[in-house]
């Protein structure tokens, strides 16, 4: 079992670079078994979740090379096997799959996805998507069968009742070689999904309107590989933000497109932080004054992203008052919360809305991590508290996070990952 040891209180110092977005990477990696020559992704993080697509992707015959940053992906030799349990079942993002083997073969089953547990986030729109394309699908012993008639998917207009990253680009997927026009409707806007349309246009695919609320998608026969570079993780770029905020001194944190954290930026501006905004970078300065306390609402992006609210939450304690977050994404997201409380902190839930009372210094102690960003909210915490912290969970955090423990360190912090039998 790995364990996260931090020893409290030290300034950091320095600057740390932001890797590829995890976001992106996980759709990305499906999205490129589409091509019938390899691609080569640049700027991949080294975190597990990658790991796991990999090997999910070596059981279908597909060759790879990571050197923890260039990922190979060489599909020419793929065969479409089961997948109905294993690695599929370990993170959420295995959904992909779905799209993009129904876009690839014509059929596929793909085990349900794991990942987080925040709470209820059904595939019902991924599913209505895959159906309106032509697709029939049954789900049989924890596993998902697709299947497409012979004549393959139709392009259609689709409205998503809700809005969702997932089914946006999982859609998105399966839609690259349907026949016709697709039109999706009430689309996610996030820049990940750009990411993914991009590599996708780049491989040959007709795809206008990412970013947009309307994604329209004119079918090809065929797609190509190609070299494509991930886009900063905004949601590693904010955690790394507000960690500055709340235990640095002097910190740049490099290669952010600062667009993407519009929101992050303007609750830190509103907080009173010093911040030096350069052109894919952010600075941030020991406030010379007492912090403000601010009210959070997660949204769909543009909004406040709700990967973030449990990583500013340790900053949002050391404000002078009262601060509040609703998640309005996923309310249930608060595993972070007791953990917090056992070192001190005076935060509690009503309503589903988080209260935030600043002022009270944090001890140490232990603590797991329930969550990937209850992870990052825990580090955050630990370098701020007195005393020692102990981490357990890190696997959670290893799924999101890159070299985390090297770069916290190269900013003068003391943490250290070690391994026990426990």
Known sequence: MKKLIINGGKKLKGQVTVSGAKNSTVALIPAAIL????VTLEGVPNIKDVHSLIEILNEMNVYTEFNGSTLHIDPTEMVSVPMPSGKINSLRASYYFMGALLAKFG????????GCDLG????????KGFHALGAEIDNKMGAMH????????????IYFDVVSIGATINVMLAATKAKGLTIIENAAR???????????????AEIRGAGTDTLRIQGVEELTGVSHTVIPDRIEAGTYLAIAASSGEDVLVENVIVEHIDGLVA???EMGLHLEVGEDSVRVKQPEEKLQPVTIKTQPYPGFATDLQQPVT?????????????DTIYPKRVGHIPELQRMGADIRVESDIILIQGGKKLTGAEVEASDLRAGACLVSAGLIAEGTTMIVGVENILRGYS??????SDLGADIQMIETTE
Do not use: C, W, Y
């Open 35 to 38: 091509a019938n020559s390899p």
């Open 267 to 269: 609750k830190l501006n």
């Open 403 to 408: 070299n985390i423990v090297e770069k916290l």
């Open 314 to 326: 340790p900053l949002l304690l050391q404000a002078d008052g009262e601060s509040s977050i609703m």
């Open 107 to 114: 059929q596929g089953v793909v085990g349900l996805p794991g």
């Open 190 to 204: 996030e820049p990940e999904i750009i990411d993914v349309a991009t590599l996708l246009n780049k491989m040959g």
């Open 146 to 157: 697709f299947d497409t008639p012979e004549e393959g998917m139709e392009g259609t207009t």
């Open 120 to 127: 209820p986030r059904p595939i019902d729109q991924h599913l």
